[in-house]
Nanobody, 121 residues
Framework: QVQLVESGGGLVQPGGSLRLSCAAS????????MRWYRQAPGKQRELVAAITRGGSTNYGDSVKGRFSISRDNAKNTVYLQMDSLKPEDTAVYYC???????????????WGQGTLVTVSS
């Protein structure tokens, strides 16, 4: 059983910063790409940022230049540094990863439970 647990969400004023973390735990052989998605009320879930195991990154257009994704492979953890936050960044942020177990070596998609980020004065 593999779990992704997000942390770091909360309330922040416009222009502020937050750092989200997502740690994978359980029976893990390897983790491929790790991603952050978000879903605002009444909207579809959208990709915020992604990072490969080797460190290549890509970002959604709305967060380019403000958000930064990174990972620590030794800790099976991915981070999302969010700067210059705007009210429209308010959403539940979800972690996603491709995880292979020692038993199967086949990558399966795993989701975290989400963490709420609220940007408001």
């Amino acid at each position: 059983q593999v779990q992704l647990v997000e942390s770091g969400g909360g309330l922040v004023q416009p222009g502020g910063s937050l750092r989200l973390s997502c740690a994978a735990s359980g029976s893990i052989f390897s983790i491929s790409a790790m991603r952050w998605y978000r879903q605002a009320p009444g909207k579809q879930r959208e990709l915020v940022a992604a990072i490969t195991r080797g460190g290549s990154t890509n970002y959604g257009d709305s967060v380019k230049g403000r958000f930064s994704i990174s990972r620590d492979n030794a800790k099976n953890t991915v981070y999302l540094q969010m700067d210059s936050l705007k009210p429209e960044d308010t959403a539940v942020y979800y972690c996603n990863a491709g995880v292979a177990t020692p038993e199967s070596h086949r990558y399966l998609e795993v989701w975290g439970q989400g963490t709420l980020v609220t940007v408001s004065s």
